[in-house]
């Protein structure tokens, strides 16, 4: 079956994408042009499967706890929370778990326990019971 093509969505790649009730969200992915090593908040994309229409998320959150723009990065939904680990920039690779609350619209930062895993990129993660688990990656 043959669908229309749609207009507005981001043009990236490595981005994570991950589904909400009825909604895709597009997080970050890199896009030929943008500067990485600054560290510019995250955008975030929201693909309303209803109307088909795409739209930018605005949020609300401090500065300081979004995260900043990367790829290679993968996103997490639990709870109402999307949890955002992983990735790189221009910088280099990250290993800090962000959490995106849905209702609300603000990133916090969550509290963890346990050994930090090492930061890479290009890795998997799903949820299981209440656990995150990431694999593999660089």
Known sequence: MWTVRLEGGPRRVNLAVVAVDDKICSLGGHCTGEDYANRTPID?????????????????????????????????????????WGGRDDNGPCNTLYCFDTN???????????????????????????????????
């Open 104 to 138: 609300a619209k603000v990133w916090t930062p969550p509290k963890v326990c346990g050994q930090v895993p090492w930061p890479r990129d290009g890795h998997s993660a799903c949820v299981i019971g209440k656990r995150m688990f990431v694999f593999g990656g660089l």
């Open 44 to 84: 975030v994309h929201t693909l309303d499967t209803v109307p088909l229409r795409w739209t930018p998320l605005q949020t609300e959150s401090n500065r300081d706890v979004v995260p900043f723009k990367r790829y290679g990065h993968t996103v997490v939904f639990y709870a109402d929370c999307v949890y955002l």
